[in-house]
């Protein structure tokens, strides 16, 4: 085969097999732009509703896909009308930057001026780390879980208001940690860092010689023995039998004030309803007497149970010491 014809079928070869693989990185990229052009239009909707909130995340979320100085820009507006200023004059910043980069100088100068704006508002944290601190092994000063490099150590860096947790950790120290409220705006806050404590001593701990070994014998008996709680019990019952003896007689007492409120005559002559009244009395009345009869003599007998159930004796103890031994109890 001539040679120029066998380079030219390596070279399709070659085209042809990476074609897919730029045909996928093009598609790839294309859609990582359809998503970011979908955020961007979907937030400056929620922008034009006022709704900030969630306009914001959308727009953060778009820069990263496709950085653009328009979406850059946008981006530290709304960081702006949310009161978040320190967020806004980084975009503000960062879309001039990215603008003059690009020839556009207009939007760079416009970029530029309100960053200059908010630069009076921004409130600004001063961390100053003392010497003794900074020479402590594996020193790591956090602000919001973010790492501040030695070169930010009393430097003023602006942050936006709120809640600022700072943290401060070093090798075989306790760590230290503060919650620092951000909130006058042009302000600037300086917090002087603490000497970090050292962490707390194991005390060993104190061996003696083990106490004499003591023979308590069997189990004790129940306070209660078996006679006491059955006459508890049996005088609980007499106790509830009375009470409803009492509830039955009252309601003897009600049917036969009604039956005479009418219904019977003084002659004791009733009509329907009277009769009924007064069987109803006789009943409750009987139910009564039979009731108060059952819990007067459980009642007696719980008493009776009770009182003559035999006291508990008192357990035997044995006590083991060095060079003695002694014995206490009822045996």
């Known amino acids: 085969m001539n ?4 380079l030219r079928a390596l ?16 598609s790839d990229e294309a859609a990582t732009k359809a998503a970011a052009q979908a955020l961007f239009d979907e937030a400056r909707t929620l922008s034009a509703a006022g709704n900030f909130a969630d306009a914001c ?3 953060l979320e778009s820069a990263r896909l496709d ?28 879309a001039a930057g990215a603008a003059q980069v690009a020839g556009q100088k207009d939007r760079a100068d416009f970029a530029a001026k309100r960053a200059e ?3 009076p508002r921004l409130i600004r944290l001063v961390i100053t780390v ?21 070169a930010l150590w009393g430097t003023p860096v602006p942050i936006d208001p709120g809640r600022h947790a700072l943290a401060v950790t070093a090798t075989g120290k306790q760590r230290w940690q503060q919650v620092v409220d951000a909130v006058d705006e042009g302000k600037t806050l300086t917090i002087e860092l603490p000497p970090l404590a050292d962490p707390p001593r194991a005390v060993a701990p104190v061996v003696s010689a083990p106490p ?17 709680i059955v006459g508890f019990a049996v005088g609980g019952v007499g106790v509830v039998s009375l009470g409803i003896g009492a509830a039955f007689g009252g309601i003897a007492l009600s049917r036969q004030a009604q039956s005479n409120q009418g219904p019977c005559d003084a002659d004791n002559f009733c009509d329907a309803e009277g009769k009924q009244l007064r069987r109803e009395a006789i009943s409750a009345a009987t139910v009564s007497t039979a009731t108060f009869l059952v819990g007067g003599v459980a009642l007696a007998g719980g008493v009776v149970l009770v009182l003559t159930s035999p006291k508990r004796a008192a357990p035997a103890t044995v006590s083991l010491g060095p060079g003695r031994v002694s014995f206490q109890g009822t045996f």
Not at 3 to 6: D, G, I, K, V
Not at 133 to 149: M, S
Not at 212 to 228: D, E, T
């Open 3 to 6: 040679p120029r014809r066998a």
């Open 11 to 26: 070279s399709l070869t070659a085209l042809l097999l990476a074609a897919p693989r730029v045909a996928s990185a093009q």
């Open 57 to 59: 995340p959308k727009l």
């Open 67 to 94: 950085p653009a100085v328009g979406t850059t820009f946008y981006l530290a507006e709304c960081y702006e009308h949310l009161g978040k200023l320190a967020s806004a004059w980084t975009y503000y910043m960062e």
């Open 117 to 119: 704006s908010l630069k």
């Open 130 to 150: 003392p010497e003794p601190l900074r020479a402590l092994p594996g020193l790591e000063v956090k602000r919001d879980g973010l790492l501040l490099g030695a």
């Open 212 to 228: 004499p070994l003591r023979y308590h014998g069997p189990p004790p008996a129940p306070a209660l023995g078996p006679q006491r």
